[in-house]
T-cell receptor, first 114, second 113 residues
Framework: EDQVTQSPEALRLQEGESSSLNCSYT??????LFWYRQDPGKGPEFLFT???AGEEKEKERLKATLTKKESFLHITAPKPEDSATYLC???????????????FGKGTKLSVKP | NAGVTQTPKFQVLKTGQSMTLQCAQD?????MSWYRQDPGMGLRLIHY???????DQGEVPNGYNVSRSTTEDFPLRLLSAAPSQTSVYFC????????????FGSGTRLTVV
């Protein structure tokens, strides 16, 4: 069964304190791994797509990496405006039609204090 | 460019009532889907569509119906609302091909009493 597990569930950081969020996955065949940011009361906002082990992508203070079993979202020198829930999702190879579906983890709620 | 538009933003229903959640996108995306988000459960797929006239069930389809008569619209119907359907509902769209990011609507918060 395809599955995505995120850890920790919640993370509190001081402004400037770098850290990483983890996303472990099991999938029959990976088409893509996605990271989203979700602010309270809003829909998820797309951040990155990673396709293969060893791939890295960066956006401002965020850097996403991918191995064959997990992905990390590294946050460097975070600011209070980085506070949000970060969601990880995988897109698995499957029968025609279901190939577009995303399987989400439960998310990591990040709080950055000034 | 509006993206994905969901209406209404909030709704309260009585048990047994029916209603339709609306979703429209203006990006000419082939793939559209409905998710529900519950505390501690993450986002779970209800139904999806890979193009006009084609729909299929996701992980939690019971109690919901969908149709896709146009590329732009993908409404979600609750046939007879139950308290277990209290949730936040998100519509999403994508080109549906390798790695394309999904665009989500802002959600509908539904309460069934």
């Amino acid at each position: 069964e395809d599955q995505v597990t995120q850890s920790p569930e919640a993370l509190r950081l001081q402004e400037g304190e770098s850290s990483s969020l983890n996303c472990s996955y099991t999938v029959s065949g990976l088409r893509g791994l996605f990271w989203y940011r979700q602010d309270p009361g809003k829909g998820p906002e797309f951040l990155f797509t990673l396709y293969s082990a060893g791939e890295e992508k960066e956006k401002e203070r965020l850097k996403a990496t991918l191995t064959k079993k997990e992905s990390f979202l590294h946050i460097t020198a975070p600011k209070p405006e980085d506070s949000a829930t970060y969601l990880c999702a995988v897109q698995a190879r499957g029968s025609l039609g279901s190939q577009g579906n995303l399987i989400f983890g439960k998310g990591t709620k990040l709080s950055v204090k000034p | 460019n509006a993206g994905v538009t969901q209406t209404p933003k909030f709704q309260v229903l009585k048990t047994g009532q029916s209603m339709t959640l609306q979703c429209a996108q203006d990006m000419n995306h082939e793939y559209m889907s409905w998710y529900r988000q519950d505390p501690g459960m993450g986002l779970r797929l209800i139904h999806y569509s890979v193009g006009a006239g084609i729909t299929d069930q996701g992980e939690v389809p019971n109690g919901y119906n969908v149709s896709r008569s146009t590329t732009e619209d993908f409404p979600l119907r609750l046939l007879s609302a139950a308290p277990s359907q209290t949730s936040v509902y998100f519509c999403a769209s994508s080109y549906g091909r390798d790695g394309y990011g999904y665009t989500f609507g802002s959600g509908t918060r539904l309460t069934v009493v």
